[in-house]
């Protein structure tokens, strides 16, 4: 599986644009990326998820170069509340497995 | 839809004791999966189980912990005897898992149980 690595912490301002970006190196021909968000005492939520480009959903965008190393999740205008955690995920099937391995997540402190 | 369940939301034991965690999936999801997060460790993917039969549980720590899935409505992980260092939050989640194709799907996780071993 490939390993990924994101910024431990990350500040902003309400009304910014938040790019948190990841890096998976060793990503593999059938991984996909997906983005979770967690906050304090609930479980992780699905935010979006990718293979390459561009994916746009209500709530997110991601940004996948050609090669496939990295990837950006983009939050357009942050306010107050998109204070979490956010997780880099890549993986795929793997013979009859699906996994996920969370990395240690970008901490995304957003300030009035 | 009530998302996954999770019971108890609390848990205070003391070591020696079984502890006994327990969780509903979404109904119509067919992959169930169990983590554990702590400070330290961060999420960790203890099992997970398709249609109802345990797929991968080298994420298991040690044999203290099993986990079970009678039905597709139900799974326990058990921990027995639990030690202080036992103590986190466990999650489980689910997720429809698709019929062939190299993608996983999304996870649905509850909203975890919080394990205090004394």
């Known amino acids: 599986l490939a390993k990924t690595t994101q910024p431990i912490s990350m500040d902003s301002y309400e009304g910014q644009e938040v790019n948190i970006t990841c890096s998976h190196n060793?990503?593999?021909?059938?991984?996909?990326i997906t983005w979770y968000q967690q906050f304090p005492s609930q479980g992780p939520r699905f935010i979006i998820q990718?293979?390459?480009t561009k994916v746009t959903n209500e709530v997110a965008s991601l940004f996948i170069p050609a090669d496939r190393k990295s990837s950006t999740l983009s939050l357009p205008r942050v306010s107050l509340s998109d204070t979490a955690v956010y997780y880099c995920?890549?993986?795929?099937?793997?013979?009859?497995?699906?996994?996920?391995?969370f990395g240690s997540g970008t901490r995304l402190l957003v300030r009035p | 839809d009530a998302g996954v369940i999770q019971s108890p939301r609390h848990e205070v034991t003391e070591m020696g004791q079984e502890v006994t965690l327990r969780c509903k999936p979404i109904?119509?999801?067919?992959?169930l999966f169990w983590y554990r997060q702590t400070m330290m460790r961060g999420l960790e993917l203890l099992i997970y189980?398709?249609?109802?039969?345990?797929?991968?549980d080298s994420g298991m720590p040690e044999d203290r912990f099993s986990a079970k899935m009678p039905n597709a409505s139900f799974s326990t992980l058990k921990i027995q005897p639990s030690e202080p260092r036992d103590s986190a939050v466990y999650f489980c989640?689910?997720?429809?898992?698709?019929?062939?194709?190299?993608?996983?799907?999304?996870?649905?996780f509850g909203p975890g149980t919080r394990l205090t071993v004394l």
């Open positions: 189980f398709n249609n109802n039969v345990p797929i991968d």
């Open positions: 990718g293979y390459k």
């Open positions: 109904s119509g999801h067919n992959s």
């Open positions: 060793n990503i593999a021909t059938n991984d996909y």
């Open positions: 995920l890549v993986g795929g099937r793997m013979d009859s497995s699906y996994k996920l391995i």
């Open positions: 989640a689910s997720s429809l898992r698709a019929l062939g194709g190299a993608t996983f799907n999304e996870q649905f």
